[in-house]
């Protein structure tokens, strides 16, 4: 089975120019995040989709960032403008259930995206 | 202070030591807990769900008490693959909402 896909893997960019990341999540998949990772730091949660509806967006800087996933599979996420700040690993994971009672999905993630604004 | 909180290490052992990497995390209803592991470069996997009764698997034995806040991942007999970074992760939320904190992450670099 084909898992979480990316691209692209490496991005170079200066700051103030737009930049955007793709995701295919694991087929079958409805719920579908993306993290940014800082160096030496955890994964932090930006936006969490549940089909095509981002039922939690409240740690994505809204001024710059925007994502979408219009089809309920795959999915964008863009920055403009990009900032120094911004330089980080993006990472798009997906599972499978995205409701109910059971707390027991897996979230598997991509390679990811490094991004280096400079 | 941070909702999940670890030793960044790094922890150098030597193959066959046991190493046990600690964590504590802020939010005394968080309902489930998670070690990842994270290879450089690489996306985090998950490699173990903590129980409250503590769970075993293979070489690696994971422990919660929740009275302290405290989760604990044991490596027993380390190998030389096991180097890598290690994420201990907080489900904060009951019923359908999967949110994941992470940790900033404990690296264990395994020498011959």
């Known amino acids: 089975e084909a898992g979480v896909v990316q691209s692209p893997r490496y991005k170079i960019i200066e700051k103030k120019q737009p930049v955007a990341f793709w995701c295919n999540p694991i087929?079958?998949?409805?719920?579908l995040y993306w993290y940014r990772q800082n160096l030496g730091q955890g994964p932090e949660l930006l936006i969490r989709?549940?089909?095509?509806?981002?039922?939690?967006d409240s740690q994505l800087p809204k001024d710059r960032f925007s994502a979408e996933r219009l089809k309920g599979v795959d999915s964008t996420l863009k920055i403009q403008p990009a900032e120094l700040g911004d330089s980080a690993v993006y990472l798009c994971?997906?599972?499978?259930?995205?409701?109910?009672?059971?707390?027991?999905?897996?979230?598997?993630f991509g390679p990811g995206t490094r991004l280096t604004v400079l | 202070r941070k909702e999940v909180e670890q030793d960044p290490g790094p922890f150098n052992v030597p193959e066959g030591a046991t190493v046990a990497f600690n964590c504590t995390y802020s939010n005394s209803a968080s309902q489930s807990f998670f070690w990842y592991r994270q290879d450089c470069r690489k996306e985090p996997k998950l490699l173990m769900s903590v129980y409250s009764s503590g769970n075993e698997d293979g070489r690696f034995t994971a422990q919660l008490n929740r009275a302290s806040q405290y989760i604990s991942l044991l490596i027993r007999d380390s190998k030389l693959s096991d180097s890598a970074t290690y994420l201990c992760?907080?489900?904060?939320?009951?019923?359908?909402?999967?949110?994941?904190?992470f940790g900033a992450g404990t690296r264990l670099a395994v020498h011959p």
């Open positions: 992760v907080v489900r904060p939320f009951s019923g359908g909402y999967n949110k994941l904190i």
């Open positions: 087929s079958g998949h409805n719920t």
């Open positions: 989709y549940e089909n095509e509806e981002a039922v939690d």
């Open positions: 994971a997906s599972s499978s259930i995205s409701g109910g009672s059971t707390q027991k999905d897996t979230q598997y």
